[in-house]
């Protein structure tokens, strides 16, 4: 899998746009991006996901460069509830079995 | 999206004793599932890969027989990690990647807290 890279933290105010920035430099023309996101001590919940085409989903919008060597997740009114470790993983689709590698991720603080 | 469930979410048990995780998908069937291991303040780690009806795939440096992976059916995978030490102590995770009725993602449990006295 691609390796991806991820600042280790960030902080938002609340009811404010959280944009989290993703590098994936050596992505595959296979590979998807994948964004999870971990609250503390739950198991990783899905976000969204893109192949090179922007997508916008209740949770959050991804955006993807033309190149597909970077990436942003947005979440356009970030509340408390948002505070996490976010997740930027690229892999090949669910359909080839391949399991996801997770990096580092973001750890995302959203404050008052 | 998919639900996946995992028993028991929590266990406590004696250094030496085996202790048995499931991991069920409730409304969709996973040919693969995936099991995970975290440890405080790190990183998911893949353990192995499930496989219905064959044996697991690990990740190099996991024990195949220590932690010993069964996936009988479509919905079903366990995880039994045998004569725990305390080092064993972790967040077990497992998830199951869903090809048909909820699309191209992978669904996560929400996790198994094992401590080792």
């Known amino acids: 899998d691609a390796k991806t890279t991820q600042p280790p933290s960030m902080d938002c105010a609340e009811g404010r746009a959280a944009n989290l920035p993703c590098n994936h430099s050596?992505?595959?023309?296979?590979?998807?991006v994948y964004w999870y996101r971990q609250i503390h001590s739950q198991g990783p919940q899905y976000i969204i996901h893109?192949?090179?085409n922007n997508e916008t989903n209740e949770m959050a919008s991804l955006i993807i460069t033309e190149d597909r060597k970077s990436s942003t997740l947005i979440l356009p009114h970030a509340t408390l509830r948002d505070t996490a470790v976010y997740y930027c993983?690229?892999?090949?689709?669910?359909?080839?079995?391949?399991?996801?590698?997770f990096g580092k991720g973001t750890s995302l603080l959203v404050t008052p | 999206g998919a639900v996946v469930s995992q028993h028991p979410s929590r266990v406590i048990c004696k250094s030496g004793t085996s202790v048995k995780i499931e991991c069920r998908s409730l409304?969709?069937?996973?040919?693969?599932m995936f099991w995970y291991r975290q440890f405080p303040k790190q990183s998911l780690m893949l353990m192995a890969t499930?496989?219905?009806?064959?044996?697991?795939?690990?990740e190099q440096g996991v024990e195949k027989d220590k932690f010993l992976i069964n996936h009988a059916s479509l919905t079903l995978s366990t995880l039994t990690v045998t004569s725990a030490h305390p080092e064993d102590s972790s967040f077990y995770i497992c998830?199951?990647?869903?090809?048909?009725?909820?699309?191209?993602?992978?669904?996560f449990g929400p996790g198994t807290r094992l401590t080792v006295l």
């Open positions: 998830s199951a990647r869903d090809t048909g009725t909820y699309g191209d993602e992978q669904f």
């Open positions: 050596t992505i595959s023309g296979n590979e998807y």
């Open positions: 893109g192949l090179k």
């Open positions: 993983i690229v892999s090949p689709a669910a359909s080839s079995g391949y399991a996801l590698n």
């Open positions: 409304d969709f069937q996973a040919t693969t």
């Open positions: 499930s496989n219905e009806g064959s044996k697991a795939t690990y």
